[in-house]
C-alpha cells in the first residue's frame, strides 16, 4: 500500500467516524429532548414540584396505593367473616303485647320471637299478675318449637317473619 492509499483510508476512516459522532449527537439531543417533554407533561399533571419532587412524589402515590390495598385486603376479611356469621345473627323481631288475666290490665304481658335468617331462635313469654311475674324460653328451630306456642307466641313469630302486620294496639 503506498502513502496516497493509507491517506485516504485514514480520511475515508476519519470521515466514517464524523458520521458516527454526528449521528450520535443527533440521537443525544432527540433523546433529551424527549426527556424535557416528559418532564413538561409530569409537570403539567403533577404540578411543578421541583428537583426530586416527581420522585418524592410518585413514590408518595405508591405509598398511598399501597396502603389502600392494605386496607381493602383488610376489608376483605372483615366482610368475608360477616358473611359467615350473618345467618346466626338475630334479624327477625316480633312483639305482642297482651292481658292474659282478667284482674290485670295494660297488656304488661309478652311474647317476643327473635329469629335468626334460618328461622331458628327462641321465644320468651313473660306474663305479669298481680301477685307475681313469670318468664318462659321456648327454642325454635327452622320456624317450628317442641313446645306448643301459645296464639300470642304464635302471633309474634309470624311478626317477626313478616307474614302479619304489627297491630297498633290490640
Known sequence: MNSSQLLSYGVLLWAVLAVI???????????YRRCGAVE????????????????????????????????????????????????????H????????????????SFALALLDSRMNGVVVTGLHARTDSRLYAKPVERGNSTYSLTPEEREAMEIATGRRPVASGR
Do not use: K, N
Open 21 to 31: 459522532l454526528c449521528a450520535v449527537l443527533i440521537w443525544t439531543f432527540r433523546i
Open 93 to 108: 323481631v316480633g312483639l305482642v303485647r297482651f292481658s292474659p288475666f282478667h284482674d290485670t290490665g295494660g297488656d304488661q
Open 40 to 91: 413538561r407533561r409530569l409537570d403539567t399533571v403533577l404540578g411543578d414540584v421541583g428537583e426530586e419532587g416527581t420522585a418524592r412524589m410518585l413514590a408518595d402515590y405508591l405509598g398511598t396505593v399501597r396502603a389502600t390495598a392494605a386496607s381493602v385486603s383488610q376489608m376483605r376479611t372483615e366482610h368475608d367473616e360477616l358473611v359467615r356469621v350473618m345467618p346466626s345473627v338475630i334479624r
